[in-house]
């Protein structure tokens, strides 16, 4: 995933840059990277691999060395950036948060067009970042430039670019992802996430619609390009990716979750003990789940956050597993001859919440009911980097579908699955069940689901659950 951070400042910046960059942190664990510009000294950049150490201890140095009245920063989860770029534009920084599908067609384009090399990264891939960079040199000017790498990107992009005049924000052209404007006296930010200027002592001035372009200066933001009338902005940032303080569209991330659970409370039919969240993403929906049902909240577990405290893991599979399990301290008191309900985000792999629900097991549950605050997941994210899978096969869900079609798997068989009406979604909810060794299983329903955010349905991106675009 990622996230960036963006400060004009009267005065120096660095402060403010440094710790919006790190309320970042949530959403990636690969490279953190800081930018700012002084008059007087021109561009200062760094960027760190933050896999081992966390941002603020990397970036320890740079906070108390670095200078400048305008600044962007991100923390990545794949490639290095912010980049620094010379163009026929002039010198110009650029962070984004994006997901790149048509990547061979762009640089095909590009190489044809005269560009001459991208720099590889250690995987073998061109960077995002640097592609998009490419793109907007293609225009003779920064917002056509910028308005055309969101235009020929197939899947998601939104971004800050600073030079010598400001930093240009820009959302995603149907507003995949948020962008949002914080004001105080002689600064503007720009932010992924709506919290993280609050402490800073910033207001909320606007959010970006979809493709629109800003400017922000110390004193001012304008608007460049205005905003589209079509969003489909992730359903996912509320149910998983965003921190219980954002907001997006106006709608709090923890309100909507304590919604999601109480709807979800309302269709269920089992009378467990207690119930409780997987931390942490889970324990909101547990909170609503509880106050509509009647039934007391627990935390039978607890997450290990002071080495830990970060949601993401390490990019290999195994050590995944190993860490989620080690993360996970049992209270033996909450648990031991307990009926359980266990409200997870999501089901992606199976292979987490099955370890997680063996672990209540062995630690004395008489029973573990599982309930997933979203519908079954059917397709890979074409929109952002939700997760590492490298094919629709590893979700457990195409992998159950996949053997009970005998691979005769197609678009129209995949709705049916889809429809939690159907036979089809009760038969593999109910091998999904059998699989992981749950009590039972039931999956939240996407209508409710979408009602829980409480915006226009029409808004939200669902196609990982139901493959519509």
Avoid at 126 to 134: D, G, K
């Amino acid at each position: 995933m990622g996230g960036f951070f963006g400060v004009a400042a009267k005065e120096d910046c660095v402060f403010d840059l440094f710790f919006g960059i790190d309320y970042h942190s949530h959403l990636g664990t690969r490279r953190g990277g800081m930018l700012v510009y002084n008059e007087e000294t021109g561009y200062d950049r760094a960027i760190h691999n933050i896999e081992n150490a966390p941002f603020r201890t990397k970036f320890d140095k740079e906070a108390n060395t670095m200078k400048g009245t305008l600044g962007i920063g991100c923390i990545s989860d794949y490639e290095p950036q912010p980049l620094l770029v010379r163009s026929h534009h002039g010198t110009f920084a650029l962070t984004t948060v994006s997901k790149i599908n048509n990547v061979d067609e762009l640089t095909k384009q590009l190489f044809d067009n005269g560009c001459s090399h991208f720099l590889e990264m250690s995987s073998g891939e061109v960077n995002s970042t640097e592609l998009v960079a490419a793109l907007i040199n293609q225009k003779d000017n920064l917002i056509d430039g910028i308005k055309y790498a969101i235009d020929s990107i197939d899947g998601s992009l939104s971004l800050l670019l600073l030079n010598e005049q400001g930093i240009y924000a820009a959302r995603d052209k149907y507003g995949r992802t948020p962008v949002v404007i914080g004001k105080k006296v002689d600064a503007f930010c720009v932010s992924f996430e709506s919290f993280a200027y609050k402490n800073l002592g910033y207001k909320d001035y606007k959010e970006l619609g979809p493709g629109e372009i800003d400017v922000i200066t110390s004193t001012n933001c304008v608007t460049l390009v205005k905003p589209g009338s079509e969003m489909k902005i992730c359903t996912f940032l509320w149910v998983y990716y965003g921190y219980p303080a954002s907001s997006y569209e106006g709608i709090s991330v923890e309100k909507m979750r304590y919604n999601c659970g109480q709807k979800m409370a309302g269709r269920d039919n089992v009378s467990p003990d207690v119930v409780a969240g997987v931390p942490d993403s889970g324990t909101a929906h547990a909170v609503g789940y509880s106050n509509e049902s009647g039934i007391p909240f627990s935390r039978p577990f607890i997450k290990y956050t002071p080495t830990w405290p970060r949601s993401f893991m390490p990019t290999m599979q195994s050590k995944r597993n190993l860490i989620a399990k080690m993360k996970l301290l049992a209270v033996d008191d909450l648990i031991k001859d307990k009926s359980l309900l266990l409200i997870d985000d999501s089901i992606v792999r199976g292979t987490q919440l099955r370890e997680t629900t063996q672990f209540l097991y062995e630690s004395g549950a008489k029973e573990v009911h599982i309930r997933p605050a979203c519908p079954p997941l059917l397709y890979g994210c074409k929109y952002l980097n939700f997760s590492r899978s490298t094919s629709e096969m590893d979700l457990i869900t195409r992998r159950v579908i996949e053997r009970l079609e005998h691979g005769n798997v197609t678009d129209e068989v995949l709705k049916e699955y889809a429809d939690p009406d159907s036979p089809k979604y009760e038969k593999m909810v109910d091998e999904i069940c059998k699989e992981l060794h749950f009590t039972s299983l039931r999956f939240n329903r996407l209508d409710d689901m979408l009602d829980a955010v409480g915006i226009d349905h029409c808004k939200l991106c669902t196609y990982c659950w139901n493959g519509e675009e």
